[in-house]
Structures are given as structure tokens and as C-alpha cells.
């Protein structure tokens, strides 16, 4: 490490990989793997290993802007403060909401929740989280009495066996996946997928347990009914720290395996794996959560673990594993409707007076605020009449997106603190605020395993945008609040700590009140650390001998009843909508879209589609399908695959109105949620399904930026410029006047090939012999080598218009290693000619894997592949 190097971590995904920066002096930084971090020892995948193509100002929000109209920040935050309090004079505090984030950093954090909460005195500050954490959050209250992950991350390194449920681990936490791969190696680890569909995590799995979509309570139901009929219950620690048991166990055989749709075979040797080996960990994430049985999908896991006492001991135990990268650090500081600061009880009056004597705030609410999903519907039905959303989407990622969306454009006071203002949320906004991103801000983060890291500003903000604790912190001393004099992150981590000891006292588990006279110079050296951290625990694991946080020190396992998603196909829809996440994409795509590296994995959204459904609908590799839901309808790119089950789709949730406004899925997803926890059903909403009629289709590739207006269209950023996908319902009548105003070169020279007979037109622009655009269109979906057009622009190319590559230049195909931009028909090619069988031998060709190791279960795919279709030759 030079001394121009800064430590600090990755802002996405919640392993929470520790990162070395070195910024250039002129805005650029290059990003390293910290050899040191706990989290990661060095590795990055490939969203963190392109960081530093995420830095640049070009998106960038650079100053508060009120009603369309730049301004500074004098003016944006008395507005704000103004308007806020006229709104809460007049119709209270319950009228005005929070809408923020875990992505947020604990600091930022702490400050928004300490404002809604004791000073504005309304609960109704909710954060993504809701769509993300809340059933774990709820399932381990119901079943230790506070939200703690018991394990840490070298449970997985010393486990016999891992259950992935409801996780793609291989993609959305790809540092963990390594790090069991790594530890699969050495000691055997076996591992099963849980997950009504084949994903990338499934490659290097010993069993893929494809259940039918939400019967995830039945299949651990029926794995705690066969521990219990093999007498492998662990009755000492039963006795000793668990209540509820014979009740669950009895609800458990109560309940029918066949939910699952399983074989007896599976379901056998699933049990075998699981009950015989004591090490084991049981990972879950969104298809648990994201459920509206979500909280007992969570239980029902849990069950298992606290039946065998196979908990919060080396290499066992239940491991809910964060989303983002401050998903845990929201839950500590209280940042959901329902919480309070530190895992203290908002319905505790003890708790209460507590907090709000140490805040010396004038209110503190005795109820719940509004859950997210209610949040929005009182958005949109008036009943909130000034909201503020911090470092969320929510016009793309909450259900029903199109009238969540509807209800930020209608409400007379929305502000968005973001980084950009090219957001669908942004877009219906009267007030953006600029904030401090990524890199040019200073916090810490609490990943999966409650490790504790800082993040640390090495770049200047761009133009005046400030942190989100000090437009936080701002706007509530013009409102007239005391207690938000901060002047650094340390000032309010101390604050924060201290309240941590203070929830300690009344023996609660998060407690890093160790930190609380942290000086700025430690605070600025801070190294990871996990909580808690005070006089009475230092770290480790929780609940290996009791200890639980119940009245009673007891864990509750809970009798457990399955049910349903809440809507089941039929006739009028007959899809189940599975949605989820890809390897190279962040949510909503506001930076990892700016990288080319990352866009070229996967750059249009697409429908999973199994053929036997696509022949049933006469749908044809390529072609677009309309989906219908009773909230919305999108146009999405057909992919054939039996990686879903007939009967079941799954689409992506990165796309917006900036990158392919037809594909914005959460339009499309009902709101409906989990009883206990609120949170949304985001995976199994029921669609109709047909074939869109496109009158014909496009490629276009550009070296500057465009903004198509047809039917259809996706875009993505590539190395020379921008590639997209076209499609529309009507035909234009001079292609070429079509071209020149999409592409926007009214004047440039170009070379045109139509047959107006057969529908086909092609059109490239030249600049001195260098091509600067096409565009390639048909009636049908245009075979064209996307990948290798892609690189052309700003290259002398003067045979663009074939849309292939000459006989010498091979097609790359889309890339598959995004570090080294290897593409699939590479890889094919190589595996073929010369015979590779490994992934790493793939890597000693062509350093495909040999970075991040991301893409390393796709490679194993590709091998798969190629072997299968050998023998058929
Ligand atoms: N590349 C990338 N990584 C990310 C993110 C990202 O945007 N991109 N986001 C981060 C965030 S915030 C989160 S929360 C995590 C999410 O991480 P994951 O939860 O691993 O990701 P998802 O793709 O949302 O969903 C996981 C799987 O649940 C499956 N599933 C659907 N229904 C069911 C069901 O009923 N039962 C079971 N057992 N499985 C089901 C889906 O098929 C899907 O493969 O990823 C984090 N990491
Ligand atoms: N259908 C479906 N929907 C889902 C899910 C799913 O699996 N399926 N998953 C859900 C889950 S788990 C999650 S976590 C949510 C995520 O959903 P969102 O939180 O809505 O998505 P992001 O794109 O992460 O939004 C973050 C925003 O913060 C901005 N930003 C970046 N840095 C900063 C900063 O430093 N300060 C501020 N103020 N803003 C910043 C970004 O530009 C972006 O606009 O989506 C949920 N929605
Ligand atoms: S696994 Fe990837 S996205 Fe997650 S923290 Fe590490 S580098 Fe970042
Ligand atoms: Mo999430």
C-alpha cells in the first residue's frame, strides 16, 4: 500500500469487501481488493473490480435544483425545512414520511431516523430495506427476540455442508461464493441450491432442489418432521434454551411435503445431507425473503437449526445474508417504521424514554410509521403530503411501480437526494438534492456478518454536492430541531455509540458503546471490527448456549402452516413471475450501467421462458413477449431456456425508464406482502404472456449517446459509445430521415443498403472513413454479431453495413469474463479447439476467471456444454 492508497469498501453488495483506492489527482481512482479485509482477503468480483469506471461526473447531479431551476443551498434546504414544517403545522407530523435506504451509511442513517423519529415525532420513516430484510428482521424476532445473524463469515469456510435457499449466491454475493468454492476444494464442503429455478450458483452445487414457487415453509417443515421421526432432535439444548418446539414439530408433520413438487428421491436425499451433517449452514436471502409467507419461510429455517442446536457454533447455523451493503447498519440504527435506534423497541415505553432523554427531543412516536408499500399508497391517496427519498428508486423497485411512480409525480412535495437526476424517481421530484457519492464520502457499513467497516472519501464531490448527514442535519436545524450540530461522521458515530450502551444497559446485543470517546483520528484509522464491541462482548458468534433475547433467555420455534403465494395462475394469467438480479448489474443500474465492462455481460432484459411455453405461444428464439399483470404490462426479449420450469418466468429487475422503459418489471408485480414483516411478494406475482407484434426490429450502435422514442428499446453503454435494441408497431416512411434524427447526424455522409421488398434497411455513418453510427433493421429480429459491431464505432470500418465480422475477425459473442472482456463464442471456440475440460485451464488460455473469478460457474456451464453436445456430433 503507497501512501496515496486509502482503505475502504465496496458500496455494493452486503459482504461488504474491503477496497484499496488510489485516487490519480484528476478524479479517477484505481480500485484494489484489501489483502487485510475480513470480508474478502484481497478478492473483488466483477462489480468490484469496475468500480473505477463508475466515477466519472458526466451523470452527475451537481447542484440543489427546486422546481426545474438550479439554485444554491441556502435557498433548496430553507425550502425544504419551510415546507416541511408548514405541512406538519397543518396536518401533523403523520403527513409528512422518510423513504430511504440501505445503502445509506450508518452515520447518514442515524441522522434521518433521529430527525422523523424524536424530533419530528412520526414513525414514518421506512427504507428499502422493507423490500429486502424485513422478513429476516421479523423471523429472527419471532425466534431469538432481537435481529441478529448469529454466525460469521468462516462458518462457511468450516461447514461440511451449505444450503443456498433462496440465494444466488454465485452472482449477488459473489466474494462469499468464492470463498466456499475455495473451501469446497479443500475440505469436500457440499452444497445445495434451493431455488424454483437453475441459476449460476447451481454449477458448482451437488443438488438443485428446483421446489415450486413459496413452498419453501413445507420443504423445511418436512425436513424438521423427518429430523424428529429419525430421533436426531437435540433434546439437551431443546430443554435448555428453546420454547414452542413440540408445537412446531407437530405443525411441521401436520404439513405435505407435495407442496414442494419434489421427488420423494430429492426430498431423501436432501434430508439425508442436511440431518447427517452437523456442520451445516442454511443460507437464505430473497426468494425467503420476498414472500408474502416470507417471515415464515424465515421461521421455518430457523426451526431446523434451533431443533439440532446447530447454531452459533464454528461452521453451523442459519445465515441470512444482507442485500446491500448497509442493510445491517439500517436495521442497527433503526431505520425501519417499526424500530427504534440500537434494537431498541419502539413499543417499549421504557426504550422510548430512554432514546428520547438522550436525544432531548421534544416527540417520540409510540406506533409504527407507514410500511413501504403503505407508504407510497398514502403517497398516492394524499394522506402524505411531503415525502423525501434518500438513496432509493422507488418508482422502479417497489410493486406496482407505474402507480408508485404516479404517486411521486402527483404529491405537491417530493425531494430525491441522489447522485444523479436521471432516475425515474428523480424525474417526478419538485426538490433534488445533490449528494456526496460513493468515494467522495466518509461512514461506516455493517456487512452480512456484522463486521463493521469504514468507507472513506478520497475524491472531492463534484460541484456543491454535500454528504447525506449534512443535507440531513441542515434541513432539521431549519426546522428549528437542537441536536444536529454535527461537523464530521466521528462526531456522530460517537453519538451513536453512546446510545448503543445505553441499549446495551437494558441488555440488548447491539452495543459498540467500546467506540463512544472515539477520537477523529481513530475513527479516521478505524479497522474492521464486529459488533458487539463494549465492556460485557467483544464479537464472535450468538446463541451457541442460549442466551436469547426473548423474555424468558429462550428461542421460540414456531408451528408453522404453509401457504400459498397470494395470487396462483390461471387461466386469465398463467405465468409466475420470478424476478431477481444478474452478475454485472446494481438495482437500478445508476453505476454499474456506466461501465461498458459490466453492460456487455448481459445489455438487454429479457424473459426466461421454458420452449415448451415459447412453442405453445409460437414464440421464436429472439422475438419480444408482452407480459400483463393487472398493474402494468411489459415488452421483454424472449430467451429460451430450461433453466425455469414450464409455467414459471423470470425477468431482471435492473431496467428503467433511462435504460429500457418497457422493461420495468416491478410494474408488473402486485403489492402484496408478508402479514408480519409488510414486506412485497416480489417474486411471485401471476402475468399473462403473449407475443408482441412488432412491425420490425432494430440494432443501433453509436459512438455519442441517443435517445430512441419506439416501442421498444434497451440501451447500454459499450467501450466505443452506446449499442441498443429497437423495435416498433408502426413503420416509418423514409428509413433513412428515421436514421438521421434517431442517431442525430442530420449532415453526415452514409452508406445505405435497403430491399424494401423483404423489409430490411441498413445505414452507417462515416466521418472521414471512420464510423461513427448504424443501424440495422428488418422485419424479423436482425441476426447481426451485436458483440463485435459493438466495438466498431470510432474504428475505420468501412464494411459496417455486412453486420458481421470478416472472415479473419471472429465474432467474441456476449462476454461471459467481464475483467478481460472474454466473450462466449472465445470460450467456445477454445474449449473446443483445444480441448479444454477445466476452468482453469480456460483461465491459463485465456485468463478468462483469472481476476475476480465471477464469472467461474459460467465457465463451468460452458464446459458442461460442450460436453453434452459431443456425443451427438
Ligand atoms: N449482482 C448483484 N448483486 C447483488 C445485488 C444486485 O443488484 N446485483 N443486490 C444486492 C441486494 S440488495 C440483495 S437483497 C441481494 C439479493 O440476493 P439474492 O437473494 O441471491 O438474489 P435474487 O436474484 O433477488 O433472488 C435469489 C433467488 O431466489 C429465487 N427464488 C424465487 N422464488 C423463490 C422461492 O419461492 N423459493 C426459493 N427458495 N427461491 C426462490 C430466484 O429464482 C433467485 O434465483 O443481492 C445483493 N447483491
Ligand atoms: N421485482 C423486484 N423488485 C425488487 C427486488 C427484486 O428482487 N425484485 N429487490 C428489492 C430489493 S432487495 C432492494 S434492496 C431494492 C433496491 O432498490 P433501490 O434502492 O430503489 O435501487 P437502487 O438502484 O439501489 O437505488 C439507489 C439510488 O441511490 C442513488 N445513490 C447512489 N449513491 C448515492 C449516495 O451516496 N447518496 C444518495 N442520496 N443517493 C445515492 C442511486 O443513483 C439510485 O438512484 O429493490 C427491491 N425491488
Ligand atoms: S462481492 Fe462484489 S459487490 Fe459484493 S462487496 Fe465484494 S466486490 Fe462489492
Ligand atoms: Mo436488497
Not at 48 to 59: D, F, I, P, Q, R
Not at 78 to 93: C, L, N, Q, R
Not at 231 to 249: E, K, P, Q, T
Not at 652 to 672: F, K, N, Q, Y
Amino acid at each position: 500500500m503507497t501512501a496515496a492508497t486509502t482503505r475502504s469498501t465496496c458500496p455494493y453488495c452486503g459482504v461488504g469487501c474491503g477496497v484499496l483506492l488510489t485516487p490519480d489527482g484528476q478524479g479517477r481512482l484505481t480500485v484494489k481488493g484489501d489483502p487485510d479485509h475480513p470480508a474478502n482477503f484481497g478478492r473483488l468480483c466483477s462489480k468490484g473490480s469496475a468500480l473505477a469506471e463508475t466515477v466519472g461526473l458526466s451523470h452527475r447531479l451537481m447542484t440543489p435544483r427546486v422546481n426545474g431551476t438550479d439554485t444554491d443551498w441556502d435557498s433548496a434546504l430553507d425550502h425544504v425545512a419551510k415546507t416541511f414544517s408548514k405541512t406538519i403545522a397543518e396536518h401533523g407530523p403523520d403527513s409528512v414520511a422518510f423513504y430511504v435506504s440501505g445503502q445509506m451509511l450508518s452515520e447518514d442513517y442515524y441522522v434521518a431516523n433521529k430527525l422523523m423519529k424524536g424530533f419530528i415525532g412520526s414513525a414514518n420513516i421506512d427504507t428499502n430495506s422493507r423490500l429486502c430484510m424485513s422478513s429476516t428482521v421479523a423471523g429472527h424476532k419471532r425466534a431469538f427476540g432481537t435481529d441478529t445473524v448469529p454466525g460469521t463469515y468462516e462458518d462457511l469456510e468450516n461447514a461440511d455442508l451449505i444450503v443456498l435457499t433462496g440465494s444466488n449466491l454465485a452472482w449477488c454475493h459473489p466474494v462469499l461464493y468464492q470463498r466456499i468454492l475455495a473451501a469446497r476444494k479443500s475440505r469436500g464442503t457440499k452444497l445445495v441450491v434451493i431455488d424454483p429455478r437453475r441459476t449460476a450458483s447451481c454449477d458448482g452445487a451437488d443438488l438443485h432442489l428446483a421446489l415450486r414457487a413459496g413452498s419453501d415453509v413445507a420443504l423445511f417443515n418436512a425436513l424438521l418432521a423427518e429430523i424428529d421421526r429419525r430421533g436426531l432432535l437435540d433434546r439437551a439444548y431443546i430443554d435448555a434454551y428453546v420454547s414452542g418446539a413440540d408445537n412446531a414439530i407437530a405443525a411441521a408433520k401436520a404439513s405435505d411435503p407435495a407442496i414442494t413438487g419434489l421427488s420423494d428421491g430429492d426430498l431423501k436425499t436432501f434430508f439425508d445431507l442436511w440431518i447427517g451433517t452437523e456442520k451445516v449452514v442454511t443460507i437464505f436471502s430473497q426468494g425467503v425473503n420476498q414472500s408474502s409467507s416470507g417471515t415464515d419461510k424465515v421461521n421455518a429455517i430457523l426451526n431446523c437449526h434451533l431443533a439440532t442446536g446447530r447454531i452459533g457454533r464454528l461452521g453451523m447455523g442459519p445465515f441470512s445474508v444482507t442485500g446491500q451493503p448497509n442493510a445491517m447498519g439500517g436495521r442497527e440504527v433503526g431505520g425501519l417504521a417499526n424500530m427504534l435506534a440500537c434494537h431498541l423497541d419502539l413499543e417499549n415505553a421504557d426504550h422510548r424514554e430512554a432514546v428520547q432523554g438522550f436525544w432531548a427531543s421534544p416527540a417520540m412516536p409510540d406506533k409504527a410509521g407507514l410500511k413501504a408499500v403503505d407508504m407510497f399508497r398514502a403517497l398516492g391517496e394524499g394522506r402524505i403530503k411531503a415525502l423525501w427519498v434518500i438513496h432509493s428508486n422507488p418508482a422502479v423497485t417497489l410493486p406496482d411501480a407505474d402507480r408508485v411512480r404516479g404517486a411521486v409525480e402527483g404529491c405537491d412535495f417530493v425531494v430525491v437526494s441522489d447522485i444523479t437526476e436521471r432516475t425515474d424517481t428523480a424525474r417526478g421530484a419538485d426538490v433534488l438534492l445533490p449528494a456526496a457519492a460513493w468515494a467522495e464520502k466518509s461512514g461506516t457499513v455493517t456487512n452480512s456478518d456484522r463486521t463493521v467497516s469504514r468507507q472513506r472519501a478520497v475524491l472531492a464531490a463534484p460541484g456543491i454536492a454535500q454528504p447525506d448527514w449534512w443535507i440531513l442535519a441542515e434541513v432539521a436545524k431549519r426546522m428549528g430541531f437542537d441536536g444536529f450540530d454535527w461537523t464530521s461522521p466521528a462526531e456522530i458515530f460517537r453519538e451513536y455509540a453512546t446510545l448503543s450502551g445505553i441499549a446495551g444497559s437494558f441488555g440488548r446485543d447491539f452495543d459498540i458503546s467500546d467506540f463512544k470517546d472515539i477520537c477523529d483520528a481513530d475513527y479516521d484509522t478505524l479497522s474492521p471490527f464486529r459488533w458487539p464491541q463494549s465492556a460485557a462482548k467483544q464479537g464472535g458468534r450468538f446463541f451457541a448456549d442460549g442466551g436469547f433475547y426473548h423474555a424468558d433467555g429462550k428461542a421460540k420455534m414456531l408451528a408453522l402452516t404453509p401457504r400459498d403465494p397470494a395470487s396462483m395462475p390461471d387461466e386469465k394469467r398463467p405465468f409466475r413471475l420470478n424476478t431477481g438480479r444478474l452478475r454485472d448489474q446494481w438495482h437500478t443500474m445508476t453505476r454499474t450501467a456506466l461501465s461498458p465492462r459490466l453492460s456487455a455481460h448481459l445489455p438487454e432484459p429479457f424473459v426466461d421462458m421454458h420452449p415448451k411455453d415459447a412453442d405453445r405461444l409460437g414464440l421464436k428464439p429472439a422475438d419480444l413477449v408482452r407480459l400483463t399483470s393487472p398493474h402494468g404490462t411489459s415488452v421483454l426479449r424472449l430467451r429460451r431456456t430450461t433453466d425455469v420450469a414450464p409455467g414459471d418466468l423470470f425477468v431482471p429487475m435492473h431496467w428503467t425508464g433511462e435504460t429500457a422503459p418497457s422493461a420495468r418489471i416491478d410494474a408488473l408485480v402486485a403489492p402484496v406482502t408478508d402479514p408480519i414483516s409488510g414486506q412485497p411478494e416480489s417474486k411471485a406475482s401471476t402475468v399473462a404472456a403473449e407475443p408482441f407484434p412488432a412491425k420490425w426490429y432494430g440494432f443501433a450502435i453509436s459512438a455519442t449517446s441517443f435517445d430512441p422514442d419506439c416501442s421498444y428499446w434497451a440501451r447500454a453503454r459499450t467501450g466505443q459509445g452506446w449499442r441498443a435494441e429497437l423495435a416498433g408497431d408502426t413503420i416509418p416512411d423514409d428509413w433513412e430521415a428515421y436514421a438521421r434524427s434517431l442517431l442525430k447526424q442530420s449532415e453526415t455522409s452514409a452508406q445505405v443498403l435497403k430491399d424494401p421488398k423483404r423489409g430490411t434497411f441498413r445505414i452507417a455513418f462515416y466521418q472521414d472513413e471512420i464510423l461513427i453510427a448504424a443501424l440495422y433493421v428488418g422485419p424479423e429480429p436482425v441476426d447481426l454479431m451485436r458483440d463485435f459491431l459493438a466495438g466498431l464505432p470510432g474504428t475505420e470500418t468501412l464494411w459496417a453495413l455486412a453486420g458481421k465480422a470478416r472472415g479473419d475477425m471472429p465474432d467474441p459473442g456476449p462476454v461471459v469474463c467481464s475483467c478481460f472482456a472474454v466473450g462466449r463464442n472465445t470460450i467456445l471456440r477454445e474449449i473446443e479447439e483445444k480441448g479444454l475440460t477445466t476452468v482453469e485451464e480456460i483461465g491459463a488460455c485465456l485468463s478468462a476467471g483469472t481476476n475476480c473469478g465471477s464469472c467461474k460457474s459460467e465457465l463451468a456451464g460452458l464446459l458442461a456444454a460442450v460436453e453434452v453436445s459431443e456425443p451427438a456430433e
